[in-house]
């Protein structure tokens, strides 16, 4: 993650975004938006991540979280190791999956780019993460 963006304040609920790399739409497939989803509601079972409202999009995310009990920056890191392994062992399952060479080979090249990343890299390393002060853990919002 950049040093430029962080999760200052636990008590803020906070806007996130992030892509996948080169903004590959890899989420066109139901199998790979699943892995993301049931990620998700791990991490709200398990890790008491709060979630107002997202949006899955082809190639990227953007969520309200807040969590009172475990760091953000430690669910959003461990959400996207998660979903990054899942996801790239799914692609390369996925017998019908006409863009598997070609995807495979961006996250090697991303991963070439980046000392952080060994083998693969799906996601982009920041978040963006946003305090808003236009919601409220005390709020509902419909979405």
Request: aromatic letters at 16%.
């Amino acid at each position: 993650m950049s040093r430029k963006y962080k999760f200052h304040d636990v008590d803020s609920l906070y806007f996130v975004s992030y892509a996948t790399v080169y903004w590959i739409d890899a989420f066109i497939r139901e199998e790979y938006k699943q892995i993301w989803v049931d990620s998700i509601k791990f991490c709200q079972e398990q890790k008491r991540l709060e979630v107002y409202g997202w949006c899955l999009m082809t190639s990227h995310v953007h969520m309200i979280i807040g969590s009172a009990a475990t760091p953000l920056e430690d669910i959003m890191r461990d959400t996207k190791r998660y979903t990054s392994e899942r996801i790239i062992a799914a692609i390369k399952d996925h017998n019908q999956e006409s863009r598997n060479e070609w995807m495979l080979w961006m996250f090697r090249r991303a991963a070439e780019k980046n000392s952080n990343n060994t083998q693969n890299q799906f996601w982009q390393q920041h978040n963006m993460p946003e305090a808003t002060k236009c919601f409220s853990r005390n709020w509902t919002i419909y979405i």
